[in-house]
Structure formats: structure tokens, C-alpha cells
């Protein structure tokens, strides 16, 4: 299990935040996603197996773009 | 550091882009509502018809597709792979009207063009005002990414040079000049200063530091030059801490939230459906599709997911904000939720109510004191115990005794040998246990227990040698921070591993009614659940030794001591000792927590009244349009007012 911090630039209201929370469970092994409107973040849990590359192309998927991930 | 910038910019750039779209709308729109007023209200056309039509159409065109660009692009993007959002539903509304201005020409729909632009407009208008009132609201919590020392000054071959903050390790020694601010956390070396910490702890008195003192990072030194040692730097500091508490906090939810954000995951969907139902009625009933156009644009405009979906985050954050002012950290929004029903509030007595800085008061020994001394320190000096240190400090002497078969009794005392000599020293419990008698020093026993002091009996042999008394001093706003809850009709509890006279003294001086004495560290959690059968509890302890009882409360309030604060222990955390901040943080959690009902209730209201009126064609879309940018203003601006309440 890991755990990263995304920074995520373009949301601008809340059905945005969910959108990105909705897409980036679908990958295979993320377990929690938490996306705040107010920070511009989100943190996802998931096992390792589960790269940056998929949550940042889940993400950008609906829209958004993930400037930075820890 | 770098990426706290990043996260700047990116709410600078949000708010500039808006502000950019606002007045490029605005001025292309201006025009366009001159010319449908001049035209439909006050009957003098500026442009005669169908030229006005085209007109509007032309100085429209980068109202929608220039200036909104961006939500078009997103709002179809999210039409199209089906993940909707607020986007979809402005574009849908924009784009449907904009048409319309082109059918015109083809006959049967009146022209909705001008409604587009307009719709726009409020749109960007709406979207910038929200955008800076957000950026208020996190305010306080900018404030503390900000708070950090960019430089140090450092001590490098007995030179002062200075460097960037990310260059500073582990080791190095800092100068820092009066006024300047402590760069890292780090321990005093040299030099005496009085440190103004209330940035980072709400302590709002200066505090004195001199060699071996603790200084935080980001705190003001004020008259003297320290020298300090790093002791961590980066992400290892207490501000940084502070921050990833707040963070952390920001991205939990508040389960009163919860059903706001099913709602919101569904809401533009079922808006879009509403929509297409609303024009198909309309359209089948009256046979107008002029007017089955314009109210299916009201309802897909109306409709803002987005007062729903702030309404708890921006209090949240207020709140948050608020706190870690004051030295308050809200670990879980959970805990702004569970605070208003807890009624009774437990709390430690070490270092929580007390200083937790025990000192050696008084000795009745039946033996020449300092031979007691010696006994005593020289097998205390092997606990961790806060009491044995001030007995080992109160010998202060440099031989100590070979001490073999040393033993922590948990909760009682510590024995050893000495010697041949079996050394105990213990409370009463221990005593009893061991059968000794007590009887030539029971008086003092009692008469230092009456005084709210801890004694601990020392025997050798089974024989007792006499009794060291200990007294923790309490902290001055102790009483008035009980004083205050009691008067809020709190039940308070005082709970601690002394035995009931000593515990009843220290109440009776803070105000405490209730003492639950005679506790083992490892029973308190077992305490409060024992309180917690009728109704929820919070647990007020210092999160080091007292976490199992913090975890087991249904809100655990860890006090800091100093330098450190107990991360993991705890829903809220306080910075500073003082128990004042547990009277400001049950305050707080519960204005907030108004703030998101208050915030819940309007952004429901909003929707449950506003919808109906859109679908039963009573509002003009840009009066729907409007109706929305101000729901979620509303929502934002009443999150902010939680300022002004008084902790």
C-alpha cells in the first residue's frame, strides 16, 4: 500500500472534485480517493502495483491535470 | 518549499483568468444587452431586425466561445464521456441559445442569442467572485504555508554567511538576530532571547529561551542573538507538521457532508434529464418551442452542484484556519461533528491540568535525609518516570549506589536491590501489597496528600524509612478554562493514577467535582469507555502516554508539551499547553459546525425552490443564471463569516 498527495490544477467546482474521485477509483488497486476543491488536492490510497502514470491519465481523463505528485 | 508556490500560483492564475474572461464578457455583453433592451423593452430598436440578430450573434460569438472556451471545452468533454460536471450544464445552456439565434433565420424559435452571452457573462462574473471568496477562506492556512524562514544565516568557518532554508542540515548552527525569524527547529547553544512563538502556537506571551531551550522554526526571536543548533529540518519541523495536520484535516470529511456529496456525484445528470424532460413537456403542452427552449436553458442554469459541495469544505476550512491561529488543530472533520454531543469531558491530571513538571516538596524520614535521598535517587535514576526524575534532581548528588534487580512495578513503583538491601519506593498500593506498615508516617502521609501532593514511601527490608512528598503545579488558566466549561454544563472529569486524596486536592483547586483516582496508564481507556455507556466523551491527555484513552473518546484532544506535538493521538490537537485552547477548540468545533449546517441548509433550500421555478417556466434564464452564481456566493461568503465569532 502507498499513499500519494496529488496537486491537481483546473477544478473549479464540486461535481469537478467528484469526477476526478469517480475516475481515479476505477483503476485496479486504488482503494481511497479524496479530492479537495479547496486545497487543489487529493490524496489516493492504493497498492503499489498501481503506477503515477494511470492516476495522472485518470485525472486528465475528465479533464484535469495533475501538476505534481508525492 | 517549491511546491507551496506552486499551489499559490495555481490560485493566483484561477483568479486572474477569471477576472480576464469577466471583463472581456462584459464588454462584448454590454452591447448586446443595449441592443435586446433598446429592441424588446423599450420598443426603439438601435438596430432594426434581423440586423440586430446578426450583430448579436457576432459580438456574441467570443462572449461564448472565446471567453468561455474553457468551460465549453470542458463541459463537452464531459457530455461525451459521461462524466458530467457543472461545465456541462452552462455549455449545454450557452450553446442551445446561441443556436437558437441561427435558427431564427430558418424560422419557428424566437432568438435566445443575446440570453447566451449574457448567460456567460454572469457565468465568469459568478465563477471570479467564488473564486476570491474560496481564496479567503484559506486564508489563515496560506498564512501558515507562508510562515516558514526562506533564509538562514549559518556559522561556517567562523564565518556568518547566509544560504537558502533548503541547505540548512541537520547539525549546522544558526545565528539569528533580534527581530529576525528562528529559520529551522533547532536547540539553543548560546545566547538568551525571548521568542514570540504565537504564530505557530497561539501562545500569545513572549517565551524566554536561553541555552538548551527548545525554539521552533518560523517564530520571531526578539532582543537577543541566539545561536541554535538545527535539530530538524524540511518536512520534520513543527510547522511543517502543523501544515500536513491542516491539510490532512481539509481532505477528511464531515459525515453530515456525505449525503451533499452522493447529491452532488449525481446531480448534473439528473439536471440534464430534467432539462430534456422540461422542453419536452413544455414543447408537448404548449406547442411554443420558443418558450420550451428558453425554459429547458433556465433549468440546465439554474442548477449549481457547487453551493452543495462547498458548503462544507469552505467552513471546514475557515474553521481550520481559525484554529491553527490559535494554535488549534483539527485533525478530523469528524471531530466538528461529534463535539456538540458530547457531554462529558475527562481529563488527565499530569501535564494535562498540571505542569507535569513534578518537584520533590517534602521529606519525612525516619533516617538522615540525605541517606533517603541517596537510596531513593539512586534507583529512581533508572526510571523514566516524571516523579522519579524530581527525586533524582532533588538528591542532585554525583555517587550513586549500585542498584541490581531493578524492576518497574506499573503504576505503584520501582524496586531494587542495593547491596543486600531490597529497596522499595512506591505509593500506598504498593505498600499495602507488600504488607509494610505504615503507621510512623501516616500523619505526613495524609497531611501532604490533603495538600493535592503525590508521596511515595521508601522502605528497605520491609521496613519503612520515611515519605518524599511531590507536588505538580498547575497551569494558571487550569481553573478558568474548567470554570468555564462547568458553566456550559459540561460534566468534568478528572482522571489520574494518584491515589483519591491526593486527586481530590488538585480537583478541588481547579473545580473539578468528579475524580476517578487510582488509575493504572493502561485502565483509562477502560474509564472512558465506562462513561461513554450513556453518552459521548471527550478525553483531554497529553498523547504520549495517554493515546489509548484519546483513541477510545469519541473526541481525544491531545495537548502538546513544547516542541512536539503527538501526531497521530488525538482529533484535535493543541499546540500550546494551555487548557484554555480545549475551551476554544469546543467553541470553534461547534461554530463550525453550525457554519456547515447553516451552509447545507441554504444550499438544499436553493435547489429545492429554484429548480421547480426554472421547470415551471417562472424565472428568464439569465435571471436563473444569477440566482446561481449568487447560491454559490452565498455559501462561500457565510463560510467566511464564521470569523467573526468570538472563541
Known amino acids: 500500500m502507498k499513499k500519494l498527495k496529488l496537486t491537481i490544477e483546473g477544478m473549479h467546482c464540486a461535481s469537478c472534485a467528484s469526477n476526478i474521485e469517480r475516475s481515479v477509483k476505477k483503476i485496479r488497486g486504488v482503494k481511497e480517493v479524496s479530492v479537495s476543491l479547496m486545497l487543489k488536492k487529493g490524496t489516493v490510497e492504493a497498492e503499489d502495483s498501481v503506477s503515477e502514470d494511470e492516476i495522472k491519465k485518470a485525472v486528465s481523463k475528465v479533464g484535469y491535470k495533475v501538476s505534481k505528485i508525492e | 518549499m517549491n511546491h507551496k508556490h506552486h499551489k499559490e500560483k495555481i490560485e493566483d492564475a484561477e483568479i486572474t483568468s477569471w477576472k480576464k474572461k469577466l471583463f472581456g464578457s462584459w464588454i462584448l455583453t454590454i452591447p448586446i444587452a443595449i441592443i435586446m433592451l433598446s429592441e424588446r423593452i423599450f420598443n426603439f430598436p438601435l438596430i432594426e431586425m434581423p440586423y440586430s440578430i446578426i450583430t448579436i450573434l457576432v459580438i456574441g460569438f467570443p462572449v461564448i ?74 486564508q489563515e492556512i496560506k498564512k501558515l504555508l507562508e510562515l516558514g524562514a526562506k533564509k538562514a544565516r549559518i556559522l561556517r568557518a567562523n564565518k556568518e554567511i547566509e544560504i537558502p532554508i533548503e541547505e540548512v542540515k541537520i547539525g549546522d548552527i544558526l545565528i539569528i538576530k533580534p527581530g529576525e525569524k528562528i529559520p529551522t527547529d533547532g536547540i539553543v547553544v548560546k545566547g538568551e532571547s525571548s521568542v514570540d512563538e504565537s504564530m505557530v502556537t497561539g501562545e500569545s506571551l513572549p517565551v524566554e529561551k536561553l541555552k538548551g531551550s527548545n525554539v521552533i522554526g518560523a517564530t520571531i ?42 447529491i452532488t456525484s449525481v446531480f448534473v445528470p439528473i439536471i440534464l434529464i430534467l432539462a430534456i424532460t422540461t422542453f419536452i413537456g413544455w414543447f408537448f403542452f404548449s406547442g411554443d418551442l420558443s418558450k420550451a427552449i428558453g425554459v429547458g436553458v433556465a433549468v440546465l442554469v439554474i442548477a449549481c452542484p457547487c453551493a452543495l459541495g462547498l458548503a462544507t469544505p469552505t467552513a471546514l476550512m475557515v474553521g481550520s484556519g481559525m484554529g491553527a491561529k490559535r494554535g488549534i488543530l483539527i485533525r478530523k472533520g469528524e471531530a466538528i461533528q461529534t463535539m456538540k454531543e458530547v457531554k462529558i469531558i475527562i481529563f488527565d491530571k499530569t501535564g494535562t491540568i498540571t505542569k507535569g513538571k513534578p518537584e520533590v516538596t517534602d521529606i519525612k524520614s525516619l533516617i538522615p535525609e540525605k541517606e533517603l535521598l541517596t ?109 468555564r466549561l462547568n458553566k456550559n454544563k459540561y ?79 488525538g482529533d484535535i490537537v493543541l499546540a500550546r499547553g494551555s487548557l484554555i485552547g480545549v475551551v476554544q477548540a469546543i467553541n470553534l468545533s461547534k461554530a463550525t459546525f453550525r457554519k456547515i449546517k447553516q451552509n447545507l441548509f441554504w444550499a438544499f433550500a436553493y435547489n429545492v425552490i429554484a429548480i421547480p421555478l426554472a421547470v415551471g417556466g417562472v424565472l428568464h434564464p439569465v435571471v436563473a443564471e444569477i440566482a446561481m452564481a449568487l447560491s454559490s456566493i452565498t455559501v462561500v461568503t457565510n463560510a467566511n463569516l464564521l470569523r467573526r465569532k468570538k472563541l
Not at chain 2, 234 to 262: C, W, Y
Not at chain 2, 389 to 407: H, L
Not at chain 2, 513 to 540: G, R, S, T
Open chain 2, 491 to 569: 460534566r468534568t472529569v478528572m482522571i489520574t493514577g494518584d491515589n483519591e486524596r491526593t486527586a481530590k486536592a488538585i480537583a478541588k483547586q481547579v473545580g473539578i467535582k468528579e475524580v476517578i483516582a487510582n488509575v493504572l496508564p493502561e485502565d483509562k481507556a477502560k474509564m472512558v469507555e465506562k462513561l461513554q455507556k450513556n453518552c459521548m466523551v471527550a478525553f483531554i491527555g497529553d498523547g504520549i502516554n495517554d493515546a489509548p484513552a484519546l483513541k477510545q473518546s469519541n473526541v481525544g484532544i491531545a495537548i502538546g508539551t513544547g516542541t512536539d506535538i503527538a501526531i497521530e493521538a
Open chain 2, 221 to 262: 526571536n526578539q532582543d537577543g542573538i541566539l545561536y541554535i543548533k538545527a535539530t530538524k529540518v524540511g518536512k520534520d519541523t513543527f510547522l511543517a507538521h502543523i501544515i500536513e495536520l491542516v491539510e490532512n484535516a481539509q481532505s477528511s470529511k464531515v459525515p453530515i457532508q456525505r449525503l451533499a456529496d452522493k
Open chain 2, 65 to 138: 466561445f472565446i471567453f468561455g472556451w474553457d468551460t465549453i471545452k470542458g463541459g463537452m468533454r464531459g457530455l461525451f464521456t459521461f462524466y458530467f460536471n457543472m461545465d456541462s450544464l452552462i455549455s449545454l445552456g450557452t450553446v442551445v441559445a446561441y443556436l437558437t439565434g441561427i435558427f431564427y433565420f430558418t424560422g419557428f424559435v424566437q432568438d435566445y442569442s443575446g440570453v447566451a452571452a449574457m448567460i456567460m457573462a454572469f457565468f465568469t462574473t459568478g465563477k471570479y467572485v467564488e473564486a476570491k471568496a474560496r481564496g479567503r477562506a484559506s
Open chain 2, 375 to 483: 537510596l531513593s535517587a539512586s534507583l529512581e535514576k533508572l526510571s523514566e518516570h516524571p516523579i522519579a526524575k524530581s527525586i533524582v534532581n532533588k538528591a542532585n548528588i554525583k555517587n550513586y549506589k549500585k542498584v541490581t534487580g531493578f524492576k518497574v512495578l506499573r503504576g505503584r513503583g520501582v524496586e531494587g536491590k542495593i547491596g543486600k538491601d531490597a529497596i522499595i519506593i512506591g505509593n500506598q498500593t504498593l505498600m499495602n501489597e507488600r504488607k509494610i506498615n505504615l503507621s510512623k508516617i501516616i500523619d505526613s502521609i495524609e497531611k501532604f496528600e490533603e495538600e493535592g501532593k503525590t508521596t511515595m514511601v521508601v522502605a528497605k527490608n520491609n521496613k519503612i524509612l520515611g515519605v518524599m512528598a511531590v507536588a505538580d503545579s498547575i497551569k494558571e488558566d487550569s481553573k478558568e478554562a474548567i470554570r
